[in-house]
């Protein structure tokens, strides 16, 4: 049922996603209902208090997400998506963690757990995605 033959096909397709790509956005892992995606974080990901920027967070749940979604049906579009931010991640690497909820005929649910690299909860993110 994936519409990627393989990692690397997929790999290939979201070079497409310049703004995740080139902000250091890989994906590590994927299979017909799960996707790891990480990022290594450096000083252009901050904010101006010194930590993680909201949208650096957001950006690597919402590629997960529409790697996972496009590996269930392609092409799939972002619906409605919603983010809880549950702590300031410490280290250097984040890690999204997209797990499929519900797929059907025209919609699919995803869940996505974005971590730091000691396992720290940094946020959750809920996607629905639309089948075009």
């Given at each position: 049922?994936?519409?990627?033959?393989?990692?690397?096909?997929?790999?290939?397709?979201?070079?497409?996603?310049?703004?995740?790509?080139?902000?250091?956005?890989?994906?590590?892992?994927?299979?017909?209902?799960?996707?790891?995606?990480?990022?290594?974080?450096?000083?252009?990901?901050k904010?101006?208090?010194?930590?993680?920027?909201?949208?650096?967070?957001?950006?690597?749940?919402?590629?997960?997400?529409?790697?996972l979604?496009?590996?269930?049906?392609?092409?799939?579009?972002?619906?409605?998506?919603?983010?809880?931010?549950?702590?300031?991640?410490?280290?250097?690497?984040?890690?999204?963690?997209?797990?499929?909820?519900?797929?059907?005929?025209?919609?699919?649910?995803?869940?996505?757990?974005?971590?730091?690299?000691?396992?720290?909860?940094v946020?959750?993110?809920?996607?629905?995605?639309?089948?075009?």
């Amino acid at each position: 049922m994936s519409t990627f033959n393989s990692l690397e096909e997929a790999r290939e397709y979201f070079k497409g996603d310049t703004f995740a790509t080139e902000n250091g956005m890989v994906i590590e892992e994927l299979r017909d209902d799960f996707c790891c995606c990480s990022m290594t974080l450096n000083g252009n990901h901050k904010n101006a208090n010194g930590g993680i920027m909201g949208g650096v967070i957001f950006t690597l749940g919402d590629f997960a997400f529409a790697v996972l979604s496009n590996q269930i049906h392609r092409p799939t579009v972002a619906q409605q998506v919603s983010i809880n931010f549950l702590g300031a991640p410490k280290g250097e690497k984040l890690f999204s963690k997209a797990v499929l909820k519900k797929t059907g005929r025209t919609s699919t649910v995803i869940n996505v757990d974005i971590t730091d690299e000691n396992g720290r909860d940094v946020a959750q993110f809920i996607g629905s995605g639309f089948k075009l």
